[in-house]
């Protein structure tokens, strides 16, 4: 799947168009590997499941200072040039399989962080670390659960009128522990979910707690099915 959207991505480039079929000014026809425009990179490479300007899509939005705040530069070139385990996101950088340089990898980091970042995302408070810590507590996960996120997502994370199910197999079984981490942190503003600072109004989850509602999370998500022996 990351070798066709990645040679999907070089078609397109060499033909001076985006994912839409429009086509892209300032793209040399027929040497992708020499595009340095970040918003010529960011539209053909980024925008189809992180959305226009970063603004969000199947993907979270990457123009949210928050997730900018708690991910550095290191988690974003890893994420580009390799991709993430366990999820969606396809690896673009060449030395794993992709078409980006390691320097239109850089021009898309910087780019971001230069566009998208703010100084002050979060005022003053301490966000939780990007990676977790350790392990967390399911069983613990589940009384979390029910104090931060059950308001909106429903018990047992079945969803509700205010927001999707949560512990849906398919979505569980496409996004990584790392992905659950990232959302639970910096939410999904663009779909009105709020960050690790405001599900209960004047306490913010520790990342203690977030590591737990991970754990628990995960223990919801489908297990692959065992291939049978002959009867």
Not at 211 to 231: C, F, H, K, M, N
Request: glycine letters at 16%.
């Amino acid at each position: 799947m990351s070798r066709f959207r990645a040679a999907l991505a070089a078609v397109l480039l060499a033909a001076g168009c985006t994912p839409s079929g429009r086509p892209v000014a300032g793209v040399p026809e027929g040497i992708p590997h020499e595009v340095s425009d970040f918003g010529v990179l960011f539209g053909t490479n980024c925008a189809g499941c992180h959305g226009a300007e970063g603004r969000g899509g199947a993907a979270l939005a990457l123009a949210d200072p928050v997730y900018l705040a708690i991910a550095d530069d290191a988690v974003l070139t890893a994420a580009i040039r390799g991709g993430v385990a366990g999820s969606l996101m396809p690896a673009f950088g060449q030395s794993a399989g992709g078409l980006l340089t390691d320097q239109q990898v850089m021009v898309l980091v910087r780019g971001i962080r230069s566009r998208l970042a703010r100084p002050d995302a979060l005022h003053g408070a301490t966000a939780p670390p990007y990676a977790a810590p350790g392990p967390g507590d399911a069983a613990r996960g589940g009384q979390v659960f029910k104090t931060f996120c059950a308001g909106c997502h429903g018990e047992g994370g079945r969803g509700s009128p205010k927001a999707s199910a949560i512990t849906d197999g398919a979505y569980l079984s496409l996004i990584s522990n790392q992905g659950l981490r990232t959302t639970v942190i910096v939410g999904r503003p663009e779909l009105g979910a709020p960050d690790w600072r405001g599900n209960v109004p004047g306490r913010p989850m520790t990342s203690t707690e977030i590591g737990d509602v991970v754990a628990w999370l995960v223990a919801q998500r489908p297990q692959p099915s065992q291939p049978q022996g002959p009867r």
